[in-house]
């Protein structure tokens, strides 16, 4: 099966993006990460 594709806005440290990683039965891969807060 191929990989889903996905971006991750709003980004954090990623703790959303790493949440739907683990429990996804896909195989997630993400492209592209965004962050307004330069200090992360």
């Known amino acids: 099966m191929s990989k889903l ?3 991750d ?3 954090g ?3 959303i993006r790493l ?3 683990k429990a996804s039965k896909h ?3 993400c492209v592209f990460t ?3 807060d ?3």
């Open 27 to 29: 195989n997630i891969e």
């Open 5 to 7: 594709k996905i971006i």
């Open 19 to 21: 949440g739907f990683e």
């Open 13 to 15: 440290i990623g703790g």
């Open 34 to 36: 965004s962050e307004w």
């Open 38 to 40: 330069k200090f992360l």
């Open 9 to 11: 806005l709003f980004a």
